[in-house]
């Protein structure tokens, strides 16, 4: 769970840090989104900084990982509450979704598969408002 006091971070992940949570909830940046804003900033960090960084604000539980199919690279976004994502096949645009499975729901799968659901992604596809507009 994510608890309020953040630990001490090294400057460099503490920049990474910033500029994801800068970016706001429903801004997913690509690790090269990341690197160009960090390298403004600090021309000195490099690229597996970047990469070093965001994989330890992951397991600290800082950041999310996004993997949505068809995106070229995973992006990042700050923490916070379960959503589901939409993903446009025309401009590639990641918007986020108010939505969750319920855990009723995947409460029922599991006990049908006799597995444990650790974790769960929901990607919408389709055409962004804009798109489907032109
Ligand atoms: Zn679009
Ligand atoms: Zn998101």
């Not at 965001?54 to 993997?67: A, D, I, K, Q, T």
């Not at 108010?98 to 659901?117: D, M, N």
């Not at 596809?125 to 489907?132: D, F, M, V, Y």
């Amino acid at each position: 769970m994510a608890s309020s006091v953040k630990p001490k971070l090294p400057k460099n992940y503490q920049l990474i840090y910033d500029i994801v949570q800068a970016s706001g909830v429903g801004r997913h940046l690509t690790p090269s989104d990341i690197f160009t804003k960090a390298h403004k900033r600090r021309p000195g960090i490099g690229f597996s900084t970047v990469y070093r960084g965001l994989e330890r604000l992951r397991e600290l539980g800082l950041v999310s990982e996004l993997y949505v199919p068809g995106a070229d690279a995973a992006t990042y976004e700050p923490s916070g509450p379960r959503h589901a994502h939409f993903r446009c096949s025309a401009c590639g645009e990641i918007e986020d979704v108010a939505y969750a499975i319920p855990p009723r729901t995947l409460k029922t799968l599991a006990l049908q598969h006799g597995f444990k659901i650790a974790s769960e992604r929901v990607t919408f596809e389709g055409r962004c408002a804009a798109c489907a507009a032109s």
